[in-house]
């Protein structure tokens, strides 16, 4: 497994809670991190939708599951929850290249499986992915307390 941690995140919100942790790349684990997101944001108070917040964890953690994996390595679940009361997502994983980010709104998508993101996009304020230093990328999703 890989032992390179996902990029400190930079805003200019401090962070009020911080929690990451690293999961396999298996079908399991978008199960588990749903689970682990909504205990964390649970334990936290957070103020914000947490089924929303579960449902966007759930689908960057599929792509990154289905579209990313690589034998040895790992995916990166990073939870930030800022002092405005925003939430950030970020979901890291090996593969630095990211095809299609910016296509596909739901409405637009026939098939089943490819709405993902367009369902993310809807929930979120922002929705970015960037490089990482060393391998892959990191997908971030803000999520605003309402």
Not at 23 to 28: K, V
């Amino acid at each position: 497994m890989s032992t390179a941690e996902p990029t400190t995140t930079t805003t200019a919100t401090p962070p009020q809670n911080e929690w990451t942790l690293s999961y396999p790349m298996l079908p399991a684990t978008v199960r588990l991190a749903r689970l682990h997101t909504r205990r964390r944001l649970t334990l936290w108070n957070w103020e914000g939708d947490t089924e929303d917040a579960v449902l966007i964890t759930s689908e960057l953690v599929a792509n990154a599951v289905r579209h990313a994996r690589c034998p040895g390595h790992e995916l990166w679940l990073r939870l930030t929850h800022l002092s405005d009361g925003s939430l950030l997502i970020e979901v890291s994983d090996p593969v630095p290249q990211f095809p299609n980010f910016t296509e596909a709104a739901p409405q637009e998508v026939a098939e089943e499986q490819g709405r993902g993101l367009g369902i993310v996009r809807a929930l979120t304020t922002e929705l970015t992915w960037r490089p990482r230093r060393h391998i892959g990328k990191t997908v971030r999703a803000r999520v605003v307390a309402e």
